[in-house]
């Protein structure tokens, strides 16, 4: 089943980013997608079934927001996307702990726990608006430190 969304002005923003060097929109766009991400995780740590016997090395705490994914899903994820280098992405998901899926989807001796995908079902509308309303902010607060640093440059 596909969803289809439409932001007005993201082409407008494409192009402020253009203008800014490559790795300051990078730096930009990673800003803007934690920010839309914290929800979404906030929301997973709620949901995740808490073991008080592990006394916080669990899933609920494993959960964060990060650019890097482990070993194994790195693997996976760029072979499906393998020529798209120039891409910013901010995964958002339980760490490396084996049993995460389990809870998620659960097994022939344990029913499922999700925890994942209904916090992206709750969430995913209200994450696309934080990056509808943050991303020119960060573009412009990104713009005027670029220009403060080419004039003290010029300056001295």
Not at 58 to 65: C, H, K, Q, T, Y
Not at 89 to 101: D, Q, R, T
């Amino acid at each position: 089943m596909a969803t289809r969304v439409s932001v007005d002005g993201l082409r407008e923003l494409e192009k402020a980013l253009e203008e800014l060097p490559k790795a300051t929109g990078k730096n930009v766009l990673r800003r803007v997608l934690r920010k839309a991400a914290e929800p979404i995780a906030d929301d997973m740590r709620a949901k995740a079934p808490d073991d008080p016997v592990t006394q916080g090395n669990d899933l609920r705490s494993s959960i964060g927001i990060g650019t890097k994914l482990g070993k194994r899903q790195g693997k996976l994820h760029r072979k499906m996307f393998k020529n798209d280098k120039a891409a910013v992405e901010m995964f958002v998901g339980a760490g490396v702990i084996p049993h995460s899926h389990l809870q998620e989807f659960g097994s022939t001796i344990h029913g499922p726990q999700p925890f994942a995908r209904p916090a992206w079902d709750a969430n995913k509308n209200h994450a696309l608006n934080i990056v509808a309303k943050e991303l020119g902010t960060e573009i412009t607060k990104a713009a005027e430190r670029l220009a403060r640093k080419q004039a003290k440059a010029a300056k001295g």
